[in-house]
């Protein structure tokens, strides 16, 4: 049997540093899942599993490389190909993932009282309308002398870059954020962006203490105009300063799901999903029992689809965790499922898209001489997940960040030296 590159039907946004998260205009939101000990959760009764998830048949050939120099942040597709973030400001493009365009997102660096000012990328996204990017940057005033755990030297602000083309970028920097003049919190930037509807959402929080905090959302149609949208809805006895992460996916109808994190970072966090068909009204679902959860990928419907839904994160308790998905048809009946490798149960998952085949999934297990090692599950059902054994031994380079465009399944892996291995996913035995 030949091996043909994976059709997709669905691609994620791979967010660092915080962290992301549509149709092949990849639906997603990202973030770095920690990982954690075990613990099992069901949060409804978990599908059998499926004989029909072929992992042994799905592999990575590498592709190509790309000559990074920082960092990678993030990556995204769409029907247009596929970019990469690189920090801090830098986006790598590619129409088939073999050859790669260097961009750099425009601005005018200056300095204040001894302190450089300067924008900063967060997370990449793509949507129907093009790629987009989002971040911070820094703005006067500035203060010479910052004390540990207090807000940053400079004042921040939210900035985002937008594409249409994928190789020329415009920023938001033209226009206030929100587009109507209202304040945000001090010390604000953008966290995450997901597409939604008929362009993006983004999640707003405020770092004016170590932890990032706020549950603020916007809405763009085109990436650089931003207009407020309703926050979620909050617990009793909780504010939105006790959302220490937040974030979300959404479908092209409209229809939104919203997670929203307290006390993450803690042996107690606690995770609210809300969902809603504007963005305007909230609705919390009151299914999905969010104890020590905590969530770090998310993916969407199929443009024109009302699901399904996946997320992608760790529970924990004080003795142990572990790392799951949760997956949904109607964003009601939750159904779960635990990621495993070999005999450990606390890899981290840091990509995910959906394939012809089901999903994808890629992260990093740590061994017990302290190394990381790349790891990839699939499955059919998004509960049931399967880890995929390759001929080839366990390389440092294999995929850790993942998205699925025009080319196939594209994986992105990183060592400790410059530079990012290209791999394209591919189905089917000799």
């Known amino acids: 049997m030949s091996r043909t590159a994976i059709v997709p039907v669905l691609a994620i946004v791979m967010l660092a540093g915080c962290a992301a ?13 920690a990982p954690l000990a075990k613990v099992s959760l069901a949060l409804s009764p978990t599908a059998t599993p499926s004989p029909t998830v072929a992992a042994a048949t799905f592999s990575w050939q590498r592709l190509a490389a790309i000559p990074a120099e920082h960092d990678l942040y993030g990556m995204a597709a769409s029907t247009r190909g596929y970019t990469v973030l690189e920090a801090r400001r830098t986006i790598w493009f590619s129409p088939d993932g073999k050859s790669w365009t260097r961009t750099t997102l425009p601005f005018d660096t200056s300095t204040s009282n001894g302190s450089v000012l300067d924008a900063w990328a967060d997370a990449i996204v793509a949507g129907a309308n093009g790629f987009v990017a989002v ?3 820094d703005h006067t005033p500035c203060t010479s002398q910052q004390g540990d755990g207090g807000p940053p030297a400079c004042a921040r602000r939210p900035i985002s870059w937008a594409s249409s083309d994928r190789l020329t970028w415009h920023s938001s920097l033209a226009t206030a954020i929100p587009s109507d003049g209202s304040q945000l919190p001090a010390f604000s930037e953008f966290a995450r962006a997901w597409p939604a509807a008929d362009g993006f959402d983004a999640a707003i929080e405020a770092h004016d203490s170590v932890r990032y ?3 603020g959302l916007l809405h763009s149609r085109d990436g650089l105009v931003w207009t407020r949208l309703s926050a979620g809805p909050l617990a009793d006895g909780t504010t939105a300063d006790s959302i220490y992460a937040h974030g979300g996916i959404g479908a092209t109808n409209g229809q939104r799901l919203l997670w929203q994190s307290r006390d993450l970072g803690s042996f107690d966090p606690m995770t609210s999903l809300a969902s809603s068909l504007d963005g305007l009204s909230w609705k919390p679902i009151a299914a999905f029992d969010g104890t020590g959860v905590s969530i770090a990928l998310t993916l969407g419907p199929d443009a024109g689809a009302s699901g399904p839904w996946l997320l992608v994160g760790d529970r924990s308790t004080p003795a142990s965790g572990a790392t799951m998905a949760w997956f949904s048809e109607d964003l009601v009946t939750w159904h ?5 490798h070999g005999t450990a149960s606390d890899p981290s998952v840091s990509g995910a898209a959906r394939g012809a085949g089901g999903y994808v999934t890629v992260g990093s297990y740590r061994a017990e001489d302290g190394g990381s090692f790349p790891v990839t599950w699939r499955s059919a059902d998004g509960t049931t997940w399967m880890e995929v054994t390759s001929a080839e031994p366990e390389p440092v380079d294999g995929p850790t960040f993942l ?3 025009p080319a196939g399944m594209i994986g992105l892996g990183t060592t400790g030296d410059p530079g990012a291995a290209v791999w394209i996913g591919v189905d089917g035995a000799p």
């Open 135 to 137: 971040g911070g940057y």
């Open 21 to 33: 998260a549509a149709p092949v205009s990849p639906a997603a939101s990202v973030g770095s899942a």
């Open 336 to 340: 779960s499922g635990p990621f495993r």
């Open 403 to 405: 998205a699925a465009g």
């Open 213 to 215: 905090h706020g549950n």
